[in-house]
């Protein structure tokens, strides 16, 4: 897994992908919504504390890291 900053936020996760498709997430805040604009303005997307949506921002940071190489896709 390789660290990445949300372009937005800031907020540092781990990340790695397995495909295009399919990526993995470990966050490096147990509450999210205190970093994250998307996640403190959305409860939906945590469900007692489990993360269940998706931070666009976020995914749109890791998707630029995987295409200019610093995360490796596994394919």
Not at 26 to 46: F, K, M, V
Not at 59 to 66: C, G, L, N, P
Request: charged fraction near 25%; include cysteine.
């Amino acid at each position: 897994m390789r660290h990445v900053d949300c372009a937005r936020c800031g907020v540092e996760v781990r990340a790695e992908k397995n495909s295009w498709q399919h990526t993995s997430v470990q966050w490096s805040t147990a509450h999210p919504e205190t970093i994250c604009h998307e996640y403190r303005d959305d409860p939906s997307l945590t469900v007692r504390g489990a993360r269940v949506g998706r931070c666009s921002a976020l995914r749109e940071s890791i998707a630029a890291a995987a295409v200019d190489g610093r995360i490796p896709i596994s394919e």
